[in-house]
């Protein structure tokens, strides 16, 4: 079984930067698709952004287009969300997830899940 563990979340203030990291337990996280999701107090949880298990393939929610960047280090065993022009509803805890299908993860679900990190953006 996959287990991720994300890293990276903090407190930082609108228009400010930070990059979110998700280490993978086990080699064969190298042939899932992997995603970011989010989860701001009293919300349902949101689907960020999704990776294939190449990185060739990338998708985003509409509200992180042009501001995050989902990326995949396959020979680390890793995932990160770039994420640039932070804004005070990005606030929320952060979840690594992945999954053996790349639409799976699209539909706003996975297999698996990490713990999250918590991120704070002020204004």
């Known amino acids: 079984q996959v287990q991720l563990v994300e890293s990276g979340g903090g407190l930082v203030q609108a228009g400010g930067s930070l990059r979110l990291s998700c280490a993978a337990s086990?080699?064969?996280?190298?042939?899932?698709?992997m995603g970011w999701f989010r989860q701001a107090p009293g919300k349902e949880r949101d689907f960020v952004a999704a990776?294939?298990?190449?990185?060739?393939?990338?998708y985003y929610a509409d509200s992180v287009k042009g501001r995050f960047t989902i990326s995949r280090d396959n020979a680390k065993n890793m995932v990160y969300l770039q994420m640039n022009s932070l804004k005070p509803e990005d606030t929320a805890v952060y979840y690594c997830?992945?999954?053996?299908?790349?639409?799976?993860?699209?539909?706003?679900?996975?297999?698996?899940w990490g713990q999250g990190t918590q991120v704070t953006v002020s204004s």
């Open positions: 997830a992945g999954d053996p299908i790349f639409s799976t993860i699209q539909g706003g679900t996975a297999t698996y």
């Open positions: 990776i294939c298990w190449s990185g060739g393939a990338t």
């Open positions: 086990e080699r064969t996280f190298r042939i899932y698709a």
